[in-house]
Structure formats: structure tokens, C-alpha cells
């Protein structure tokens, strides 16, 4: 009996390992349901994998991932209140908008200030949230970074920079130190938006 080469599979629970939250065990097991739901399952998810591969881009103007250059939220008028939320990455963002509670639009930074992994002002989307400050009219800076330390350090850093030119607030109570946004309930977003402080 010939041996059988299992190597396409073997890859695809190599690469569904790196997920995030999927360890070799998950992929595999993963996998297994993908290929016993082949028709109801494995084909559509290909087949959107490949069209979101194809047509997935970041906002030029926000940083959020959507399929046009300019995402639906930054198209949206109504959202043109003059108040700008600035969180770490587009997990934050849709953590946000989960919760339904605001309704002005966003600044994805792309990440934090860290010292340690040589990540400087310039190496996130800092330049341009100074640039949307100074044209788009904003009247009021929400820091919704992560209550990490380097979330807190580029919460400073930003205060710094946009120090003087637009009233800036932060996050307040419901957002435990050392908690991570996208790993939050929508109530407990709620309450920190709602709860915001003036930095």
C-alpha cells in the first residue's frame, strides 16, 4: 500500500497554527471540521479568503482594513463630529464599534511606542493623526489605547504633540491597567467611553 501524501494538509494546519488563539493542536482539529464540511464550509471560506485577499486594504485617511482605499467609516458623513478616537490597531477599532457608542470616526496608529522593539513615533501613524488634527476640523482627541505601558507611553506622547491645539480625553473606568481593548465587552467599552477624562 502506497503511502499518502498528506502535505497539502499538513500545510494548511501548519498555516492555520499561526492564527492567532490556534496552537498545532486547534489547527488540526480545525482542519479535520473544514475538510468533514467541505461543501457547507471549506469551499465558501476559501472562496471568501481568496476575494479578501484580493480586495482587502488599509483606509488611507484612518488605517482601518476595509475594501476601498477610503473605509465606510471615514465615507460617513454623520461621523464628521469633530471628535477623532485614536486606538492601537483595527482590533481596537472594531472593539469600538461593537459597542455602538460613538459615533465620530478613528486614528489607527498601528501599534504603540516601544523602546524595547525600536518602534519610534515615525514608524506609526502618529505624523498623520497631527496632520488629520490640524485639517479635519477636530475638536476633541479620545486616546482609547490599550492600559499598557507602551499604550500609556504613546498616550503621552500624543498629549505632548497635540498639547494646545484640541481638547484630549482618555478612556476613564470600566478598562482594567494592563487590559487589552479588543478583549473587552461592549458594555465595559461602553462605560469607558462614556466616562472618558480630559488629559
Not at 498555516?15 to 488540526?28: D, E, H
Not at 483595527?90 to 461593537?98: G, K, S, Y
Amino acid at each position: 500500500m502506497a503511502a499518502q501524501d498528506n502535505s497539502d494538509i499538513e500545510a494548511l494546519i501548519a498555516l492555520m497554527a499561526k492564527l492567532p488563539g490556534l496552537g498545532p493542536r486547534s489547527a488540526r482539529r480545525a482542519v479535520l471540521h473544514l475538510i468533514r464540511k467541505r461543501a457547507l464550509v471549506l469551499t465558501p471560506l476559501a472562496d471568501a479568503m481568496s476575494r479578501v485577499a484580493e480586495t482587502a486594504r488599509e483606509c488611507l485617511n484612518c488605517g482601518n482594513v476595509g475594501t476601498s482605499d477610503i473605509c465606510a467609516l471615514c465615507e460617513d458623513e454623520t461621523r464628521a463630529n469633530g471628535e477623532l478616537c485614536v486606538v492601537e490597531d483595527v482590533a481596537d477599532l472594531w472593539a469600538m464599534e461593537r459597542a455602538g457608542v460613538f459615533k465620530g470616526r478613528y486614528h489607527v496608529l498601528g501599534g504603540t511606542l516601544s523602546a524595547l522593539d525600536a518602534i519610534g513615533p515615525e514608524d506609526l501613524r502618529i505624523p498623520r493623526l497631527v496632520d488629520r488634527v490640524s485639517t479635519e476640523g477636530v475638536s476633541e482627541v479620545i486616546l482609547a489605547l490599550n492600559a499598557t505601558i507602551d499604550g500609556q507611553t504613546t498616550a503621552h506622547y500624543i498629549a505632548d504633540q497635540l498639547s494646545g491645539r484640541v481638547k484630549l480625553t482618555s478612556l476613564a473606568q470600566g478598562v482594567p491597567i494592563g487590559g487589552e481593548l479588543d478583549y473587552l465587552d461592549d458594555g465595559t467599552i461602553s462605560a469607558a467611553l462614556r466616562a472618558r477624562k480630559e488629559i
